[in-house]
């Protein structure tokens, strides 16, 4: 059928008429997004022109705004006639030419026609969208078309709610407007009179009417003549009223409904003299009443309706399914005796509520067995009584329950990969993971909970509990301490650590309370009063590295299967983070120790101290390539030499290793100054195929006879593309010794030419050499990092050498370096006094 058909137009006209913005059908669009997790949810009538009857989430359209029918996707779901499914509608040459997807609004797409199943019309759309990308799967088609029925029940409920209450104003007009057709029959002459609407209604001219009861007859129905006699025979008999309403059959063919209300006179002596009364045309009401009826009963949602006295008067193929009874035995019973569990449960408190109050009532509640459903319903009271439609949404129910579960599922997942993280991070060991675990897990997946580890005497400890309780945290605390003693061979823990499984325990009392000994365990567990619990070992590679015991107090149901497979995940990570965090902390301190023993301490020369700090990288099993060297040249120069070799691993440690050497062996036999040692070792690194690149810096403090009467020091300083010196001068200023032009590092270009600066230091001055792990870092750019450092160095320049180094490196790197750091700092004592007590003994080599 095509999408332009004129009886398409109609039909969505119709609905659109009366369903846009309706709130049943706002809450089904809120559905659908929910459901198939969309951020925009729409339900659109499209007739002539695309109309928004319903919207959800983030969608920009409002209800009853209309759009042009080609400017829309929905209009190519129509011409479809079938789900219209887009990944990215930038690509489909569907839809991408469309204003929606030019904007941007919508890139995914799945929308499905919404059907009249009475007319086999298309009369809208339900779809789900997005601003993004994504792939529908064949059961979100699934879901979204299931979902398109009770959207169209909508749609329909409103347009037939809306066409009875016309056609209830209609009848009153009409009623109050015509003139009723009347009639007198007179018994003993047999003489019936009728007046122009009566003759109208049967087909009568007046001319040809007999004006006898045979002539009413003649046009009666044959089906219906006997049942109509019958009435006017009872009616004789009591001399009372009737109501009956029968079919006329006119001289053409034409068939029309009629209903007659009348009564019977009598004389004096109580014979019947006269039926007097009135009739009119019915045909329309039942029309209408038969279309009502056909709706009714070929839509997928169930209807009832109720009278006053509670007492079913119709029900459709739907309500019989879903109640489980037939029609015939619903039609004529009262609602509270056929369904006895419904009495004081919500239905009834709504069904009554809606009667008295003559609102409407929307809700939705559960019927136990034989029905154990659960039911969307909405009641609307009327003078007659109540008229219900409702839906079975029991399965609805069941995927959003399974939906909030898994929610809660990978929240707590995400929650205890998060806290193990930082608990990790932070380097709280083991036993704080597992304190921050236990708030976790609690009360999520249990009232309360215990963990323990196996220490390195191999005993179990139990180190951490939590109670969802905060006054009975601290009789948690208590049981954790004393319990493993008083527990015995056969505890549920013991199973769990040596099955590595999860030991569930339906009957604690059973297992553990009633076996434990007097005392403060046996006291503890009865105030704390656990009902069931489950324990899970914690295993890594293997390896059983501790357990959890988690609680359920007697209100509260055991853990099921899909809670189970929650706690063993849980235990899963819990145990691989704390083997990864037992493997990282062997690591770092190996890696440390590593580092540690390449680098000497430095000399104490006289009247100059030295003092040195290498840190390593927060990240463990990361052998840094920073070092730093001190040593006397003979003559009696101080050498002082800090370098990074490029890489995090053993062969950057191997590398800085052979540097350090090489930079050690050249400078003290060739006695060469800092340039010429650093052009020598890049020869060297070259010659004996030490493929690496590096960074270094030398340093020499020399003093000749001159120098020392004037108080002063000879600083003679090459660089290799190394961060500049530093130097606190005795006035508080900081100068940063730095080229225009940075060297090339170290294993670039053998013939590189190395420039050497020389700087007068005066008594007093400090100088600060360090590696760029200091300075640089992700959150700090390395002329930032300089320029920081300069400022602390002036600022904490009356501190002593040892106190300023660690304070340095406490500020500049509060949580530490992602790169590790080494740091040298010489200070040139005065000459004229003995050396300072806090420079420690002098300390150097014999040297020729």
């Not at 064949?138 to 879901?143: H, M, R, S, T």
């Not at 590593?594 to 040195?612: C, F, G, K, N, Y």
Request: hydrophobic share 45%; charged share 25%; proline share 6%.
């Amino acid at each position: 059928m095509s999408s332009l058909d004129p009886d398409r137009f109609a039909a969505a006209r119709r609905v659109a008429a009366t369903g846009v913005g309706q709130p049943g059908l706002q809450r089904l669009t809120d559905l659908a997004a929910t459901l198939l997790g969309a951020p925009s949810a729409q339900v659109a009538v499209v007739g002539e022109v695309h109309t928004i009857a319903g919207v959800a989430g983030t969608s920009v359209w409002e209800i009853g705004t209309e759009y042009q029918r080609e400017q829309t996707l929905g209009g190519v779901t129509i011409r479809c006639r079938g789900p219209l499914v887009v990944t990215d509608a930038r690509t489909d040459p569907r839809v991408r030419d469309l204003p929606p997807v030019r904007s941007g609004e919508i890139v995914s797409y799945l929308g499905v026609p919404l059907v009249d199943p009475a007319q086999d019309l298309v009369v809208g759309v339900l779809a789900v969208f997005g601003p993004e990308p994504r792939h529908w799967s064949e059961g979100d088609v699934v879901l979204l078309s299931r979902l398109s029925a009770p959207v169209v029940s909508e749609l329909e409920l409103a347009a037939v709610t809306a066409e009875l209450e016309a056609s209830r104003v209609r009848g009153e007009l009409a009623l109050d407007a015509a003139s009723l057709g009347t009639f007198d029959l007179d018994l003993l002459t047999d003489r019936l009179v009728w007046d122009d609407r009566m003759l109208e209604v049967f087909g009568y001219q007046r001319a040809e009417f007999p004006g006898t009861r045979r002539a009413f007859f003649d046009r009666v129905h044959v089906d219906d003549a006997g049942r109509v006699a019958d009435v006017f025979q009872t009616s004789l008999d009591t001399r009372g009223d009737f109501v009956v309403e029968y079919r006329v059959q006119h001289p053409d063919g034409e068939v029309r409904w009629v209903e007659s209300r009348g009564r019977t006179l009598a004389d004096e002596s109580g014979t019947p003299v006269r039926m007097i009364g009135a009739a009119h045309d019915t045909t329309e009401r039942r029309h209408a009443d038969a279309r009502v009826a056909r709706v009714l009963e070929s839509m997928p949602t169930a209807f009832f309706s109720l009278d006053r006295d509670w007492t079913f008067t119709q029900a459709n193929a739907e309500a019989e399914r879903l109640l489980g009874r037939g029609r015939d035995e619903l039609v004529g019973g009262d609602i509270w005796a056929l369904f006895p569990a419904a009495v004081g449960s919500d239905f009834e408190v709504h069904y009554r509520a809606a009667m008295e109050s003559g609102q409407q009532a929307a809700f939705e509640a559960y019927y136990p067995p034989p029905l154990d459903s659960w039911y969307e319903v909405r009641a609307w009271p009327s003078p007659e009584g109540l008229s219900v439609y409702f839906l079975d949404v029991t399965q609805r129910r069941r995927i959003e329950e399974v939906a909030r579960r898994d929610a809660r599922r990978l929240a707590l997942i995400a929650r205890v990969s998060d806290t193990l993280s930082a608990a990790l991070i932070d380097r709280r060991g083991g036993h704080g993971a597992l304190s921050e675990l236990m708030s976790a897990v609690v009360p999520e997946l249990a009232d309360w909970a215990i963990a323990s580890l196996i220490g390195d005497d191999g005993r179990l400890h139990d180190v951490a509990s939590w109670h969802r309780d905060p006054d009975l945290r601290p009789v948690a605390a208590q049981y954790a301490r004393v319990r493993l003693a008083a527990l015995s061979s056969t505890a549920p823990i013991v199973d769990a650590l040596a099955t590595g499984e999860v030991t569930v325990v339906p009957d604690v009392a059973a297992a553990v309370g009633r076996g434990l000994p007097p005392g403060e365990a046996r006291d503890a567990y009865w105030q704390l009063d656990p009902a069931t619990a489950v324990a899970v070992a914690l295993v890594a590679r293997g390896r059983v590295l501790g357990a959890m015991s988690l609680y359920r107090g007697p209100d509260r149901e055991p853990m099921d299967a899909a809670d189970r497979a929650t706690l063993r995940e849980v235990a899963d990570r819990a145990a691989l983070a704390l083997d990864s965090a037992a493997l990282h902390e062997q690591q770092r301190r190996m890696a440390e120790e590593l580092q540690r023993s390449l680098l000497t301490a430095p000399p104490e020369p006289d009247h100059s101290q030295i003092v040195v700090r290498y840190v390593p990288a927060v990240q463990a099993a990361q052998v840094g390539g920073d070092w730093y060297d001190a040593f006397l040249q003979p003559g009696g120069a101080t050498v002082v030499a800090i370098g990074d070799v490029v890489g995090h691993d053993t062969v950057a440690a191997a590398a800085m290793g052979q540097l350090r050497s090489l930079l050690r062996g050249i400078a003290y036999s060739s006695r060469g100054g800092p340039a010429a040692v650093l052009t020598d070792l890049d020869r060297a690194i070259e010659g004996l195929q030490v493929h690496t690149l590096a960074t270094a810096a030398v340093a020499r403090f020399e003093q000749e006879p001159v120098d020392r009467d004037r108080g002063e020091t000879r600083l003679r300083w090459s660089s290799a593309g190394h961060p500049p010196l530093l130097v606190l001068l005795p006035d508080g200023r900081v100068e940063v010794l730095a080229t225009g032009r940075a060297d090339l590092m170290l294993g670039v270009d053998a013939r590189a030419v190395r420039r050497e600066q020389v700087a007068v230091l005066p008594t007093g001055s400090t100088v600060l050499l360090y590696t760029d792990g200091l300075v640089e870092g992700p959150d700090l750019p390395l002329d930032d990092g300089v320029a920081q450092l300069a400022a602390l160095l002036a600022e904490l320049g009356g501190l002593g050498l040892d106190e300023l180094c660690d304070q340095v490196l406490a500020r500049m790197r509060p949580h530490g370096s992602e790169d590790d750091v080494a740091l040298v700092a010489v200070r040139l004592h005065r000459e004229d006094r003995p050396r300072p007590a806090e420079a420690g003994p002098e300390v150097t080599p014999d040297t020729p």
